[in-house]
């Protein structure tokens, strides 16, 4: 069974910094392309970023309100999928969370959610 | 990148249909043929309901159909049941690596 769990919301002040942490297990995370998607109360969806798979190269796209910000990252060894966002803002107060790549450029799994709340 | 339009509301007995928009441009929805849509209920993750516009996930029931045309896609869903009272969101490939959803519509079933 294909699991994604997120860790390390909180409260932060603007300005402030917070990693978030994404457990996956059930499938071969080394082979998945990874991305994180945020809502924030109340309101939808919103793609925040994503990382692809080492053999194509590892690398990341993000979402234009967080560029410069945020950083994905990932450590294959621990299945782990990893979201450092700096210079926190007010508006990025929201449910993070982290989603598998699937066919078609799909999001086919999703974790439960961690909340980051910015308030000073 | 702005965000897909949605109607914010529909709504149908058990039994009937409802049909659910989204409208983007040329540059999403109508240019590529990478449109997904997500079932969220109160407190919960988004689920995959539909991908590639028109492909229904494993498990995912036949009265989930999707659709598009130019820069609308839609969703429909036959046979209302209770438990399909949801949000609905729609999402889109909308080039040079990026994604973009829909404003979601919340779908009540009378």
């Known amino acids: 069974e294909v699991q994604l769990v997120e860790s390390g919301g909180g409260l932060v002040k603007p300005g402030g910094s917070l990693r978030l942490s994404c457990a996956a297990s059930?499938?071969?995370?080394?082979?998945?392309?990874v991305n994180w998607v945020r809502q924030a109360p109340g309101k939808g969806l919103e793609w925040v970023g994503r990382?692809?798979?080492?053999?194509?190269?590892?690398?990341?796209d993000y979402a234009a309100p967080v560029k410069g910000r945020f950083t994905i990252s990932r450590d294959d060894s621990k299945n782990t999928l990893y979201l450092q966002m700096n210079s926190l803002k007010i508006e990025d107060t929201a449910v993070y969370y982290c989603t598998r790549q699937g066919a078609a450029a799909s999001f086919d799994y999703w974790g439960q959610g961690t909340l980051v709340t910015v308030s000073s | 990148q702005s965000a897909l339009t949605q109607p914010p509301s529909a709504s149908g007995s058990p039994g009937q249909s409802v049909t659910i928009s989204c409208t983007g441009t040329?540059?999403?929805?109508?240019?590529?043929?990478?449109v997904s849509w997500y079932q969220q209920h109160p407190g919960k993750a988004p689920k995959l309901m539909i991908y590639?516009?028109?492909k229904r996930p494993s498990g995912v029931p036949d009265r989930f159909s999707g659709s598009k045309s130019g820069n609308t896609a839609s969703l429909t869903v036959s046979g209302l049941q209770a438990e399909d009272e949801a949000d609905y969101y729609c999402s889109s490939y909308a080039g040079s690596n990026n994604f973009v959803f829909g404003t979601g519509t919340k779908v009540t079933v009378l």
């Open positions: 040329s540059s999403d929805v109508g240019g590529y043929n990478y």
């Open positions: 059930g499938f071969t995370f080394s082979n998945a392309w």
């Open positions: 990382i692809r798979k080492k053999t194509d190269g590892g690398t990341t």
């Open positions: 590639e516009v028109t």
